[in-house]
């Protein structure tokens, strides 16, 4: 009888092999019972999925993603064959967390800030995944924007270890073989860019690698992918920068960008090798030159589980700022009452004033009414009738105005049309001047006014000019951060309206239900669980966002939309238990230590 019950119980048990020792809490598994018997608690059994490696002995140690420094148990050193290879005493996560931080916030600029970061993140990827997401106000605007835009400036010269993959025209009829050159079969996010228009600074041709090293950081840290099934990406068709094609320690081609057939002919051997090899991979461009970002976007869309960052997740991330900014007014407007300026006509501001126009028609209006509520600028002031229709993109076209010529300068355009909301998506710092901020306080109780563009330095006014322009009133979201600004003994917290708050949760719902694409509807459907993020004590604080500092529950909740509304359209192929939030969690990687096994059959 006894032993019926036993074989029961310790079916349900899960079994203690030897090589988990180490993992487990040094609770009781079990209690004995009068009888001669036992009772299990398999809820005390902390079982850690083993991580399998083919490395051996030092290979393990020099191996980032299952490196664990001075934290490997005795045992697991005798089994690894690495006893006596690492420092006799075991110190573990939280020590070797402490002694990060501490260098970290020794180090005497931003950049060698980054740069410690980088050499952890070579050495021990869950350390360094570790140490940001539990510092990750502090330490995402040095992993990714602004300093990674002065980290991309100088990357021949900052150059320390290889990190991706570089695909360039000189590899033209390779790329399908090359992919297998990648050590890990399970790809689940690749970021790829050009490098031709990096942040607000411009072609950085091969030196934009930083970038989508620096966005698969976020979608490890916020969205729980695997740093293994992350890769980044630099498909380098060479640069117009003069000054890099001259510069000896530059890295990449130094040819001048392809152009036409040439161009989309390399990137379409690149997206079909990709594919080839991780057919259920999602593929983010990320910073693509206006001139070519939207027509490889049209060319992928709905076919390939595919997005641009620029296009749809700023449009995405932007729309949900503005849900936030109406709810800080307190008034009973709705977005599609508001008079909106986009300044800016490039990927950005095009995707941004696309999204707004779909936010809207969401609200009630037809798409003409919704594009009628909205002003689009770009260098040569606001897009209107004076504008032939040639000389414009097929996206922008709906945006030209007939009713005005655009001979108004911004300031005497804000005059004329008083537009509660104000948005900068043109990489010129400064635009916002006084005048045009001191312009949209006049009209507004609470003007809405997010200077959008990276890095800080791009960025069209400050946290600081805004609030004081407005005599502490504006609305304020930056691409960016800007610290909190006080005046007259308030303090004015800013939000960061950055597509980081989007990518990761759309990469994680639509794999994690192996969505056929990204569809409109889904970045939708994670625009208002972004939205519906913020709590009311935030808004009231007059924040737009949540803080960074909820990033990682941000993107499961945008997941989570993104994937309910794959299903719902039934471009899903994988179908998650009716619990999605919980099964996100689940499935996220989380950076702990696990036990390393050899897997060398
Ligand atoms: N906050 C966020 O999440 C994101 C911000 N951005 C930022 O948006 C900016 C623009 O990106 P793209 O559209 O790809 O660049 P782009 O270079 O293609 O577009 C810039 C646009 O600004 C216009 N412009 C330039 N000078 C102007 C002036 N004086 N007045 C009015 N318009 C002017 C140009 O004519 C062009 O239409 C970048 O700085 C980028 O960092 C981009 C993506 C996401
Ligand atoms: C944030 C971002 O994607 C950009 O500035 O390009
Ligand atoms: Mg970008």
């Known amino acids: 009888m006894l032993s019926r019950a036993f074989s029961r119980i310790a079916r349900r048990a899960p079994a203690v092999r030897s090589w988990a020792a180490e993992p487990v809490t040094p609770r009781a598994l079990v209690t004995t ?27 393990i140690v020099h191996d980032p993603i299952v490196n664990k420094g001075t934290a490997f148990s005795l045992p697991e050193r005798d089994r690894l064959h690495i006893r006596g290879m690492v420092p006799p005493r075991e110190l573990g996560m939280d020590v ?46 040095i992993v990714y924007t602004p300093v990674v835009g002065k980290v991309c400036q100088q990357f021949g010269h900052l150059f320390r270890r290889t990190r991706g993959m570089y695909f360039s025209s000189q590899d033209r009829g390779q790329m399908a073989s090359m992919v297998y050159n990648w050590p890990h079969d399970d790809v689940q996010v690749i970021v790829v860019t050009d490098g031709s228009r990096i942040l607000g600074l411009g072609d950085l ?138 300044v800016g006509a490039g990927s950005a501001g095009i995707g941004v004033a696309t999204s707004i126009c779909q936010g809207m028609q969401h609200q009630g209006l037809t798409e003409e009414e919704a594009n009628s509520r909205i002003w689009v600028f770009d260098d040569k002031g606001l897009i209107g009738s004076n504008r032939a229709e040639d000389s414009l993109s097929p996206q922008q076209r709906p945006f030209r105005r007939r009713d005005e010529e655009g001979d108004l300068s911004l300031k005497d355009a804000i005059a004329k049309h008083r537009p509660a909301i104000l948005l900068g998506l043109t990489g010129v710092s400064g635009l916002f001047t006084e005048p045009v901020v001191r312009e949209m306080a006049k009209h507004h109780a609470r003007p809405i006014i997010f200077p959008l563009s990276n890095p800080t330095s791009s960025a069209e006014c400050t946290a600081e000019q805004a609030y004081e322009w407005t005599e502490g009133r504006a609305i304020f979201a930056s691409g960016s951060p800007f610290d909190p600004v006080v005046m007259n003994g308030k303090t004015l917290r800013p939000s960061q309206c950055n597509n980081m708050f989007i990518f990761p949760g759309v990469g994680l719902g639509a794999t994690g239900v ?75 990687w989380k950076p702990e230590y696990r036990p390393i096994i050899q897997n060398v059959y």
């Open 514 to 588: 192996r969505s056929k694409a990204v569809t409109d509807e889904m970045l939708f459907a994670g625009v208002q669980a972004l939205a519906d993020s913020v709590t009311e004590e935030e808004i009231d604080a007059g924040m737009v966002f949540p803080p960074v500092s909820k990033i990682r529950n941000v993107a499961i909740a945008v997941a989570a939309a993104v994937a309910r509304s794959a299903m719902a359209h039934g471009i899903a192929r994988r179908m998650p238990p009716a619990n999605l939030e919980a099964f996100l969690d689940r499935t996220m």
């Open 205 to 342: 041709g091969a030196n934009g690698m930083g970038i989508p090293v620096g966005k698969l950081s976020l979608y490890v840290a916020a969205g729980g992918v695997d740093p293994r099934r992350t890769l980044p990406v630099m498909l380098d068709c060479g640069t117009d920068n003069e000054e890099l094609r001259n510069d000896p320690t530059y890295l990449g081609m130094t040819h001048r960008r392809l152009k036409g057939d040439e161009y989309f002919s390399l990137v379409h051997e690149f997206v079909m090798s990709v594919f080839q090899r991780w057919p259920n991979a999602l593929l983010q461009f990320e910073d693509f030159s206006t001139a070519n970002a939207q027509a490889i976007l049209d060319a992928y869309k709905g076919i390939k589980l595919c997005f641009n960052d620029d296009i749809q997740g700023t449009g995405a991330v932007t729309l949900a700022g503005l849900l936030g900014a109406l709810r800080a007014q307190k008034s009973d407007q709705m977005l599609r009452d508001q008079k909106i300026f986009v």
């Open 33 to 59: 019972s009068a009888d001669g018997g036992f009772v299990v608690h398999p809820e005390d059994y902390e079982f850690k999925q083993p991580q399998f490696t083919r490395r051996r002995g030092m290979g």
């Open 96 to 141: 070797q967390t402490q002694k990060i931080i501490k260098g970290f916030r020794a180090c005497e600029t931003d950049v060698e800030k980054h740069l410690f970061l980088q050499g952890l993140q070579d050495r021990n990827e869950t350390l360094f995944y570790k140490a940001l997401l539990d510092n990750i106000e502090e330490m995402a605007p």
